[in-house]
């Protein structure tokens, strides 16, 4: 049915029918979140350094509200403090997924960055994940009147001359009918979003997104809230453990950075006047993604000074996400 962007509600006299309601709260396994520490702690190890990776919230398909487990997808690109989800990425996710499950949101950590909140990018990527998981969430939230300005009733023997008539006509069997109340299903759905970091911390936020299927309504809106967790006794497995560290390492990989690199980088971004410094030392510019003009550099300057320590160290904790 086409959308008649005009109506409008009047918000005195229309009335609205609460129906069913959307979560607020995270309703999670311990399981699910164990596993989430358990992919941070196997990241670090595995590439001895903290990165930004991010999963999948998933839910069964007949219980969308309930997050049971973390899934990887394929990470386009994991730098420090960097995480950027793509549609492409998302929906070949869900095509590997199983038929009984659905995402129904998206957790991703900031490593061991202290930045306890979600960034720019994270509300880009929320918005994302939302539009994929929308459809999967979406349930009838609300029956609200439509009060049509100009209402043209008619009965079935109307006219051309009768159509010309009011703003929206409806059409009954019956002449005695003249009150007639008209009212929208609005849907609404929901999208999880949980960030983590290395010493344990969360945070999260459910974004809905409402839809009003006549007039056009749209919302969208993101609230903080709770996790409310829900003790199943099931705890990661050996062989699970085995099976995320291969994962990780097919899945989540760092961004072409070497050590050198990474020092390079963080020297550059973080620190403008060392930067100038260490140049003026080094007399030439150096090429990030030369290598060996990397770690030639290096030594040279650990040999000549011990200052870039500092600003390496300082770089990690002063970065941006
Ligand atoms: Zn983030």
Same mark, same amino acid.
């Given at each position: 049915?086409?959308?008649?962007?005009?109506?409008?509600? =009047?918000?005195?006299?229309?009335?609205?029918?609460?129906?069913?309601?959307?979560?607020?709260? +995270?309703?999670?396994?311990?399981?699910?979140?164990?596993?989430?520490?358990?992919?941070n702690e196997l990241v670090k190890k595995n590439y001895h350094s903290s990165y930004e990776w991010y999963?999948?919230? =998933?839910?069964? $398909?007949? %219980?969308?509200? *309930?997050?049971?487990?973390?899934?990887?997808?394929?990470?386009?690109?994991?730098?420090?403090?960097?995480?950027?989800?793509?549609?492409?990425?998302?929906?070949?996710?869900?095509?590997?997924?199983?038929?009984?499950?659905?995402?129904?949101?998206?957790?991703?950590?900031?490593? %061991?960055?202290?930045?306890?909140?979600?960034?720019?990018? /994270?509300?880009?990527?929320?918005?994302? !994940?939302?539009?994929? *998981?929308?459809?999967?969430?979406?349930?009838?939230?609300? $029956?609200?009147? +439509?009060?049509?300005?100009?209402? %043209?009733? !008619?009965?079935?023997?109307?006219? +051309?001359?009768?159509?010309?008539?009011?703003? *929206?006509?409806?059409?009954?069997?019956?002449?005695?009918?003249?009150?007639?109340?008209?009212?929208?299903?609005?849907?609404?759905?929901?999208?999880? %979003?949980? *960030?983590?970091? /290395?010493?344990?911390?969360?945070?999260?936020? +459910?974004?809905?997104?409402?839809?009003?299927?006549?007039?056009?309504?749209?919302?969208?809106?993101?609230?903080?809230?709770? =996790?409310?967790?829900?003790?199943?006794?099931?705890?990661?497995?050996?062989?699970?453990?085995? $099976?995320?560290?291969?994962?990780?390492?097919? $899945?989540?990989?760092?961004?072409?950075?070497?050590?050198?690199?990474?020092?390079?980088?963080?020297?550059?971004?973080?620190?403008?006047?060392?930067?100038?410094?260490?140049?003026?030392?080094?007399?030439?510019?150096?090429?990030? =993604?030369?290598?060996?003009?990397?770690?030639?550099?290096?030594?040279?300057?650990?040999?000549?000074?011990?200052?870039?320590?500092?600003?390496?160290?300082?770089?990690?904790?002063?970065?941006?996400?």
């Amino acid at each position: 049915m086409a959308r008649i962007k005009s109506l409008e509600y =009047l918000k005195k006299d229309s009335k609205s029918i609460q129906l069913e309601t959307l979560p607020i709260n +995270i309703s999670i396994y311990d399981y699910a979140l164990e596993k989430a520490y358990k992919i941070n702690e196997l990241v670090k190890k595995n590439y001895h350094s903290s990165y930004e990776w991010y999963g999948y919230l =998933l839910g069964k $398909k007949e %219980n969308p509200e *309930v997050v049971i487990d973390i899934g990887l997808g394929k990470n386009k690109e994991n730098g420090y403090a960097y995480t950027k989800i793509s549609e492409e990425d998302i929906a070949k996710f869900i095509d590997e997924l199983s038929k009984d499950l659905i995402i129904n949101g998206w957790i991703h950590s900031h490593g %061991n960055l202290n930045y306890r909140h979600f960034s720019g990018t /994270d509300e880009e990527n929320m918005k994302k !994940v939302l539009n994929f *998981v929308s459809p999967l969430t979406k349930r009838p939230i609300q $029956k609200r009147e +439509i009060i049509i300005k100009n209402l %043209n009733i !008619v009965d079935e023997n109307y006219n +051309i001359e009768d159509l010309k008539k009011g703003s *929206v006509t409806v059409v009954v069997n019956n002449k005695e009918t003249k009150n007639i109340k008209i009212f929208e299903t609005i849907y609404g759905s929901f999208s999880y %979003n949980i *960030v983590i970091g /290395d010493e344990g911390w969360n945070e999260k936020s +459910i974004a809905y997104e409402e839809k009003g299927v006549l007039t056009g309504y749209y919302k969208i809106q993101t609230k903080p809230c709770e =996790l409310e967790m829900i003790l199943t006794g099931k705890k990661l497995r050996k062989d699970e453990i085995r $099976k995320l560290k291969g994962e990780i390492k097919e $899945k989540i990989k760092p961004y072409s950075f070497t050590y050198y690199q990474k020092r390079y980088w963080f020297f550059n971004w973080n620190n403008d006047w060392r930067n100038k410094l260490f140049r003026r030392e080094n007399q030439e510019n150096i090429n990030p =993604l030369d290598v060996n003009n990397q770690i030639s550099k290096n030594n040279q300057t650990e040999q000549s000074s011990s200052k870039p320590e500092q600003p390496n160290q300082e770089g990690e904790n002063g970065r941006k996400t």
